[in-house]
Nanobody, 115 residues
Framework: VQLVESGGGLVQPGGSLALSCAASDFDFRSTAMSWVRQKLGKRLEWVSSVTMDGTYKKYANFVKDRFTISRDNAKNMLYLQMNDLNMEDTAMYYC???WGIGGNLGRGTQVTVSS
């Protein structure tokens, strides 16, 4: 399993970022996928999951309609559009194989929200 995240960076509160995850070496289109995050010194925290066909999506309560998960099975890509970011969203964001926390992770992409 290979998962490579990109798109993180430094953004001001209220700003937006679009994360991407390139997946390879497994049957991506037959696998549910997730985004999870880890704040400094904290445990992994589930953010969102999407079914293998992209039709059902679920989000953590703290997302509050600010994030959108999507996937492109033709390109083996997973995405997370994040809007209205706040300082509490500062974390390392990981693409994860499967639904929820527990599957293989990529190396992550850092998101820092700061003024």
């Amino acid at each position: 399993v290979q998962l490579v995240e990109s798109g993180g960076g430094l953004v001001q509160p209220g700003g937006s970022l679009a994360l991407s995850c390139a997946a390879s070496d497994f049957d991506f289109r037959s696998t549910a996928m997730s985004w999870v995050r880890q704040k400094l010194g904290k445990r992994l925290e589930w953010v969102s999951s999407v079914t293998m066909d992209g039709t059902y999506k679920k989000y953590a309560n703290f997302v509050k309609d600010r994030f959108t998960i999507s996937r492109d099975n033709a390109k083996n890509m997973l995405y997370l559009q994040m809007n209205d970011l706040n300082m509490e969203d500062t974390a390392m964001y990981y693409c994860a194989e499967g639904w929820g926390i527990g599957g293989n992770l990529g190396r992550g992409t850092q998101v820092t929200v700061s003024s």
